[in-house]
């Protein structure tokens, strides 16, 4: 099995930056896409920002300009950079990958425990 463990979510200041940070690890040949989604209480889960594992990258429009994502494909890794967050940032926000746990196996999705993010004065 595969496992995503993210780390970082707080509590911040409107206008404050956090980093969140997520490895995946056990049993992985290949990863393809690896990004964020985020919930918040009452909405359904939506992409925040992803990454290919040639670096195309994609970001939710609320997020342009404020967050960036950036990967690590040596360590299985993911980080999102979010700078200028708004109160309507806050939301739990997951680590999502798609891995491929062998040779000729389907791939497969994964997703973090999640970790919060509130906004907050």
């Known amino acids: 099995q595969a496992q995503l463990v993210e780390s970082g979510g707080g509590l911040v200041q409107p206008g404050g930056s956090l980093r969140l940070s997520c490895a995946a690890s056990?049993?992985?040949?290949?990863?393809?896409?690896m990004g964020w989604y985020r919930q918040a209480p009452g909405k359904q889960r939506e992409l925040v920002a992803s990454?290919?594992?040639?670096?195309?990258?994609r970001y939710a429009d609320p997020v342009k300009g404020r967050f960036s994502i950036s990967r690590d494909n040596a360590k299985n890794t993911v980080n999102l950079q979010m700078n200028s967050l708004k109160p309507e940032d806050t939301a739990v926000y997951y680590c999502?990958?798609?891995?491929?746990?062998?040779?000729?196996?389907?791939?497969?999705?994964?997703w973090g425990q999640g970790t919060q993010v509130t906004v907050s004065s």
């Open positions: 999502h990958a798609i891995i491929k746990q062998r040779i000729g196996a389907w791939w497969n999705e994964y």
């Open positions: 056990g049993s992985i040949f290949s990863i393809n896409d």
């Open positions: 990454t290919s594992s040639i670096g195309i990258t």
